[in-house]
């Protein structure tokens, strides 16, 4: 199998340097080292992503990209895909903070509401004590021995570890004192959602942490937002529950929707153009809208797969893939390129 090149390294080193980084960010990466724009050459970009997880396999890494489901953007990261005693050794966090940590994220997806988060004074509130594994001794009615770093874990503590957590994106927080999963949650955490049956969106069947719900209680059915977008974005599509048929009545999807079906405008970066030459060019517009997908189709706006469900090693406990990676720089990476991916 050949080695990766330079340009491999500087994607790699990009995410386990500067943590996951938003589709944007990630592509003008891409394009920096390799000279494609991945809109244009999508082929190439998944060439690139499928060489480097095979090698990244060896050490059971996998770069990976997902959906934050509190505004739909995609981000790529590295992430672990074993869970061992070799592996816990590479976290920062300790033992008291992963049961910290393990206790919000439970708190979290098991709200039946979906919000996607928690107070910050119910994750306060987490008790510890509920994190101990029961073994054969509390099987046989004997309590289970809570190790005293858990009962002597202070509130001071649990807010610094809370803070860690967020700047380390983990777990994120909103200014009206809510706490809600973090970008590398989302990455790490997809198949512990699934083993621990976290409720799926019914359109793209990943885990639903921050969903919208149907209106009759006894429907199960909860889907993305962003899914939700895409599913009732098309005109002659009922917007009825795919579950039970109830309407499907959200005042925030209805608005995304009708400003979707406005009549595109003219970008602001790009001016109109003047009055003598939009006859001129009325009768090549048809042909210009065939080709380019029609006058919305924006520049800016790179096509990416958004099929990122993958089989990987289930993780045994929440919270042991932590690990901290420290860069290696490739001596074959330019300067220039070197500075965009390190800063």
Known sequence: MPDLSWRHHALIQALLSRGPLIEDDFHAIFSGVTGKNPGAHQQQFNDYLLKINKELSYVHLELRGCRNQYDGKVYYGVVNNVSDEQSKLGTKYTVPQLAFYKGIIEAIVQDVTAQGSISDIDALNIRLENQVLTGTSHSQGIPPNVPAAFKNFSISQKEKTLDELVQDQWLSSTPDGKIRLGVRSFLDLRSWFHNNDVPSCDVCNEAGVKAELCRNEGCMVRI??????????????????????????????????????????????????????????????????????????????????????????????????????????HPNIPDNIRNMVFR
């Open 224 to 329: 993305h937002l962003y899914c939700l977008k895409k599913k009732f974005s098309q005109r002659r599509v009922e917007r009825v529950c795919p579950g039970c048929g109830t309407q499907w009545q959200n005042a925030s999807i209805t608005d995304a929707i009708e400003e979707e079906d406005e009549p595109s405008r003219p970008s602001q970066r790009q001016p109109p153009p003047p009055a003598a030459a939009t006859r001129k060019r009325l009768r090549s517009c048809k042909t210009e809208d065939g080709e380019n997908g029609g006058p919305s189709s924006s520049q800016t706006s790179v096509p990416v797969s958004t099929d990122f469900r993958r089989i990987t090693r289930n993780s045994a406990r929440l919270g042991d893939d932590t690990f901290i990676c420290t860069p290696i720089f």
